[in-house]
C-alpha cells in the first residue's frame, strides 16, 4: 500500500518538510493544489530592537493591541492612548446593564438578561481568518460555531412571493430548478453547440439533470424529488401514513427576484462561506484578551488632540477626558490606529499625501439592533437554529442566536442588520421607534414577536461617538489613487487598522494591518 | 407602527391562537406561508390504558425505547427484549477502550485516547427531526452544531482537475459561474425567446450577472471578484502588500464532472442541509438518555428465536445467550423493532404478507472507519473545521470532527464513509488492510496523514452480528408491494423501526414509527 496511490506527491512533500520546514512545506502544498487561504504566516519576527526604543500606539481596538503586544515582546518601549473607557474598540458587546450613548446624548439601558449579549460590531470569523484565529489559540478565548448558512432561513421580498416570507431551501432549489431546465431546454435545441463541445454537453445535460432536481422531460416540476430538496407539503414520517406529499415550487419570476440571488450570493463569498466561529460568551472575549497582556501599557479616557513629528519622534498631545487636563507622550515612533472618520479632524503633522488619503475614504453607517424575546420560538416554533433571515425592508435581516441552542428562558437575536438607506432611516428615529420599526418588519417573518418581545437596544454606528460610523468603504478609484499613501510611513508616524487594509470592516484586517506596520517600523529602526 | 406592516395577518393570528391553541396557530402559520416541517407534533396521548394491558417490545434501539417509554407512561406493562449488552442498537459509538467484533469473529480493539470516539451509525441530527428534538430537550441530551456544509472541504475526481483535490468553494463558484454564462449566451442568443417573457429575461440576466459572477461581457472569467467566491491566489491582507490576487478559474469540462455536482446536490438534500446537530460526547448520549428512562424494563443478552401468537396475545421465547438457557414472554400485544435482515431469519407466526414485506427489503452494506491523528491538521493546516471532502475513491468521503475544535492533542476524523461497491470492496480486507487503505486514499487530500496517524477502527455494517446491515433500502417497488403490509398491525404483532419509516437510516424515522405502531396498538384496545 506504501507504493500505490501517491507515493511521488508524498515522498516529495516528505522531503520538502525535511529540508525547508513548515513554510515550503506550505508552498509546496498550495502547488500541488492546495490554495492560499492566508496571507499570514505567523506572527512577525522582530529581532534585534535596539534597547530604549520606543513606540506610541493610538488606539486600542485590535490593530493597536497586536501591535503594541509584539511591539513589546520585541523589546519596544509602548504606550497606547485609548480615548475610550475599556480596550477593544469595535470589538465589542453590549450586555445587560451596560449603557450606550450615541453622540447626540441618548442613552440607551441594555436590559437582557444575564447571559444574553449582542455583539454591535464583529460578530462572525471566519475559518480562513488565520492572524485572528492564531491569537484567539494563543490567548485560548473559547471559540464555537456561527451558523453562517441556515436553509431553513427565511427570505423575504415585498416584490414576490405575493410579500410573503420563503424558506431558503426553497427557493434557492426553485432558482437552481428552473435555470437548470432553460439551460437544459437551450442545450437541447443546439443554443450552445457553438460553445460547448459535444461531450461536455452531454456531461451538462446530466449535471442539469441533477443538479436542478429535472424530470424525465428535462422539465422543473412540482415532485417528492423535488421537495426532497425545497421541503414537502407533508415532510415523511414513519408507519401508516409515513409516505411524504410534495410541495408546489414557485413560479420563475419569482424566483429571479434580486432578494433570492442576493441572498445567495451573499453565502457564497469567501468571507462569509462556512465554517465560521464566534467566541463564547460574547466578541470582546477577543478585546479582553489582549488586553489581559497589553493592559498595562494602556492610558484609557485619553483623547488624541495633536500628532506632532520631527526627524526623531513623535509628540501626541491628549486630553485626559474625566479631569479635562492635557497631556503628553513622545516616543520615537506612532501607530495610529483611530479610524479615519476621527483622526481626519485631529490636528496631524503629516505630508500632503497622507493627509489627503486620510480624507478621501468614507465610512459606511451600519445599524444594529438586540432584541431580547421570551423564548427561542424561532427554535421551538419554526426550526431556525442561527443563520439569517432576509428582507427588503430597512432591518434588511434577522440573525439569530448561535449559543446556547435549545435552552429555555430569554434569548437575544438580531433584529436589524440595516445598511444604506435602511440604516439612514432607522438611525434617524428614537431607540424607541427604531424598536417599533424593528418589531412591525420583524413580525412578517414571525406573528410571534410582538408576544414574546422583552427589550432591545440599537446601536447606529454613525453616531457612536468615538468613530462616527462603522467600516471604511473603499472605491476603487479611492484605491488606486489613496491606498498606498495611506499605508505608507510618513516620517515618524504610520496608520494601521481595518482602513488599512483589503479586509476593510474585518478583524483579520485590522490585524494584518498592524502587524504590517510594526514590521516595516521595526524595518526602519533596524537600517537606521 | 401597531397598524402598519401586517396588522390583519397579527391579529388574525393573535386571534387564532387564542381560540385554537397551538395547533390551529400552527396550522394557520402554514396556512400563510411558513412550510410543515415534520409530522410530529408532540408525544402520543395514550390515556385510558386497561389495568393490566402488557406490551412486549423486541430490541432496545431508539424505535423500541420510545415505544416501551411512552407505553409505560401510559400504564401499560411493558417488557423489553434486548440482544445486546447495551441500549441503542445503531445509536452507538465507539471509545478509547471499547472492542468490536465482526460476524466472522474479528476482534478490533479501539485505542482511541480518553475523549476521542466515532460514531458508526447515525452521526447527524436534521433541524428539522422535532420528534428525535423532542425527546433530547426532554432527556436533557445536550447537543452541538454539525458542520455539514463546510465549503472548504476538498472534492476529489480520478477524472477530472489531473486528479488533484478541489476545494468546494473554488468547484461550486466555477460550475454556477460556467453554467450562467452559458445559459446567458442562449438567452442573449434569443434560444429562451419561447419559454420566458421579455421582463423574466432581463431579470434572469441580471440574476445570472451576480450569482455567476460574469464580467461585463457577461463571461466567466478569472478576475478578484470571481475569486472573492472561489478564493484568491493570494488572499486579502493588510498594509503594504494588502492587495489581493486572483486565482485561475477551472475549465467547464473539469466542473462538470460528476464529483462535482455530486458533492453539490448532496448538500441541498433537505435531510443534509444545515443547521444539524450531534450530541455532546457520541451519539450514544441520546440511548443512554433513553434508557435512564426504561431501563429497568429491558431485559439484556436475549436473542429471540419465536415469535408466537394467538388471538389473545404473543408468547416470545428468547436464550439468554451468556448461559443459553431458554426462556418466554408472553403480553398482550408485540412491538418488534428488530431489523429485518435479523428477524426475517427468526420463526414468527405472522400472515403471508408481513411474511413475504419482511423478506422484500434489503440492507445497505455500508462502512464507517475511524482515525486517530496526532493532531488537527485538518484545522491547523488546511482550514477546515468539521465537514467533508468527497472522493471517488472507495473510502467516498472523510468527515471531520466538530467538537473541541481548535484543541490540541489526538483527534479521531471519519477516514471512510463507503457505501455500495467501495464499501464492498472495504469489508472484503481486514481490519489492517483497511487501515492502510484509509491512509492510501485519505492522503490525497492531506499529505500529513501518515506522519501524524496513530491508529484506526473500521465498522463494516454487514458484518456487525445483530444486524448484518446498516439501513434499509426500500426501492419505489418494493414500497408500493410492501410497505403498508410492513407497517400494518397483524393479529397482535406490529412491526416498527427505521425499516417501517419513510425517513429510512434515520432516527427520526425509528423514533417516527414507534410512536405510530403504539398509537395503532393502543386504539385497538380501546376498541377492543
Redesign the interface.
Known amino acids: ?2 507504493n ?3 507515493p511521488s ?2 515522498q516529495l ?2 522531503l520538502i518538510g525535511k529540508a525547508g520546514g513548515a513554510a515550503a512545506m ?1 508552498q509546496a ?1 498550495t502547488a ?9 504566516d505567523g506572527p512577525p519576527v522582530l529581532s534585534g530592537a535596539k534597547p530604549g526604543a520606543s513606540v506610541v500606539v493610538l488606539g486600542a481596538g485590535l490593530a493597536g493591541m497586536v501591535a503594541a503586544y509584539e511591539l513589546e515582546k520585541a523589546g519596544y518601549q509602548v504606550k497606547v492612548l485609548e480615548f475610550q473607557d475599556r480596550p477593544g474598540g469595535r470589538n465589542y458587546t453590549l450586555r445587560g446593564g451596560d449603557t450606550f450613548t450615541e453622540s447626540d446624548g441618548t442613552v440607551q439601558k441594555v436590559q437582557f438578561a444575564p447571559g444574553n449579549y449582542i455583539n454591535p460590531g464583529p460578530w462572525r470569523i471566519p ?2 481568518h ?1 492572524c485572528l ?1 492564531h491569537y ?2 494563543q490567548f485560548g478565548v473559547a ?3 456561527f ?1 453562517q ?4 432561513g427565511f427570505i423575504h421580498s415585498s416584490e414576490a ?1 405575493d410579500g ?4 431558503y ?2 427557493v ?2 426553485d ?2 430548478g428552473h ?1 437548470s431546465e ?2 437544459a ?3 437541447n ?1 443546439k ?2 453547440d457553438g ?3 459535444a ?2 454537453k452531454e ?2 445535460l ?3 439533470r ?2 436542478g ?1 429535472l424530470d424525465d422531460n428535462m422539465a422543473y416540476t412540482s415532485s417528492v424529488a423535488v ?18 406529499s410534495p ?1 408546489q415550487i414557485a413560479k ?2 419569482d424566483v ?3 432578494q ?3 441572498a ?2 451573499f453565502y ?4 462569509m ?3 465560521m ?1 464566534q467566541p463564547v460568551g460574547g466578541m470582546d472575549m477577543i478585546g479582553k484578551a489582549f488586553a489581559k497582556q497589553v493592559g498595562k501599557l494602556i492610558t484609557y479616557n485619553a483623547k488624541v488632540t495633536k500628532v506632532a513629528q520631527n526627524g526623531k519622534g513623535v509628540t501626541v498631545s491628549y486630553r485626559d477626558v474625566p479631569s479635562g487636563r492635557m497631556n503628553s507622550v513622545s516616543a520615537d515612533w506612532c501607530v495610529c490606529t483611530i479610524p479615519l472618520s476621527i483622526i481626519s479632524q485631529v490636528e496631524m503633522q503629516v505630508g500632503p499625501k497622507l493627509a489627503a488619503a486620510m480624507k478621501a475614504v468614507p465610512y459606511a453607517g451600519q445599524l444594529k439592533m438586540g432584541l431580547e424575546f421570551k423564548r427561542r420560538f424561532w427554535e421551538e ?7 439569517h433571515s432576509f428582507t427588503d425592508q430597512p432591518i434588511a435581516q434577522l440573525s439569530y442566536p ?1 449559543d446556547r ?2 435552552s429555555s428562558g430569554p434569548a437575544v437575536l438580531l433584529g436589524a442588520f440595516a445598511r444604506d438607506a435602511g440604516a439612514f432611516e432607522l438611525t434617524g428615529m428614537t431607540p424607541q ?1 427604531r424598536i ?2 424593528a ?3 420583524g ?2 417573518f414571525h ?1 410571534q414577536y ?2 414574546e418581545f422583552l427589550n432591545g437596544v440599537s446601536v447606529p454606528w454613525s453616531r457612536v461617538p468615538w468613530i462616527l460610523g462603522c467600516t471604511s468603504r473603499w472605491s476603487e478609484e479611492n484605491r488606486e489613487a489613496h ?2 499613501n495611506l ?2 510611513i510618513d516620517g515618524r508616524v504610520v496608520l ?1 487598522g481595518e482602513h ?4 476593510g470592516g474585518w478583524m ?10 510594526i514590521t ?1 517600523i521595526h524595518q526602519r529602526t533596524q537600517a537606521a
Open positions: 500500500m506504501e500505490s496511490m501517491q506527491r508524498r512533500l516528505g506550505y502544498m500541488l493544489g492546495h490554495a492560499a487561504e492566508t496571507q499570514f475559518h480562513h488565520n484565529l484567539c489559540r471559540l464555537e460555531p451558523i448558512l441556515n436553509h431553513n412571493f410573503k416570507p420563503q424558506r431551501k426553497a434557492a432549489t432558482f437552481r435555470t432553460l439551460l431546454k437551450a442545450a435545441a443554443a450552445l460553445s460547448v463541445s461531450e461536455d456531461k451538462l446530466e449535471a442539469l441533477h443538479w432536481v421537495s426532497a430538496q425545497r421541503g414537502y407539503d407533508r415532510p415523511p414520517g414513519g408507519g401508516v401514513g409515513g409516505a411524504p410541495s420563475l419570476g429571479l427576484d434580486p433570492v440571488w442576493t445567495m450570493s457564497f463569498n469567501y468571507v462561506q462556512t465554517t466561529f416554533d419554526d426550526n431556525i437554529y442561527g443563520g448561535n441552542f435549545f421607534e417599533e420599526a418589531l412591525a418588519q413580525e412578517i406573528p410582538r408576544k491606498y498606498q499605508v505608507a494601521a488599512a487594509s483589503y479586509y483579520e484586517g485590522s490585524l494584518l494591518s498592524g502587524l504590517d506596520a516595516r
